[in-house]
């Protein structure tokens, strides 16, 4: 049985120290409770640690310590994804503002520009440039993004009947 243990301690050892030290360099604080899990479990540094301190930890006292380290560690992840949640949501709605700021600068020419790639048979980038600017709620680019989207489905199911018509042929 011992020999299980010190297996088992020297595999999740290395597996905390491993994700510890990568974590380290994403989020600090989590990659910590992974070194700390690792210093718990690792024999030789549990032998230095009792070398040092003549005090050896119940066995019982180190999987609750290293079990609230990863309770702590999931913490600390969770936390830091949320932080660039809200962070990728604040940069998209600065990018949402300045399209509308641009829109409203530019109403005329951009409507015109857009009608401009419809009746030159460039329905994608006509969706491509009305997504961007449906956020300003302006009827207009709804009904060119529409009225876009229609041209390009008619132009595939074309595609597709042509093509399905030529197969039938051969």
Not at 41 to 68: C, D, E, G, H, Q
Not at 75 to 100: G, L, M, P, Y
Request: charged content about 20%; proline content about 3%; aromatic content about 10%.
């Amino acid at each position: 049985m011992s020999k299980f243990y010190t297996i088992f301690n020297w595999s999740a050892g290395l597996f905390f120290l491993l994700g510890g030290i990568g974590s380290l360099f994403d989020t600090p604080l989590a990659g910590v409770c992974l070194l700390v899990a690792a210093a718990l479990l690792l024999p030789p540094v549990r032998k230095m640690i009792f070398y040092k301190t003549n005090k050896k930890f119940p066995a019982i006292l180190r999987i609750a310590a290293v079990f609230s380290m990863f309770v702590l560690f999931g913490h600390f992840t969770n936390e830091h994804e949320r932080s660039i949640s809200a962070q990728e949501v604040a940069a998209e709605e600065k990018v949402k503002e300045e399209a509308i700021k641009e829109f409203n600068s530019n109403k005329s020419a951009t409507i015109t520009a857009i009608n401009e790639l419809i009746e030159n048979a460039q329905y994608q980038e006509a969706i491509s440039e009305t997504n961007k600017l449906l956020s300003t709620d302006d009827p207009d680019i709804g009904e060119l993004h529409s009225r876009a989207q229609s041209l390009q489905n008619e132009l595939a199911w074309i595609s597709h009947s042509t093509s399905a018509s030529t197969a039938l042929r051969l």
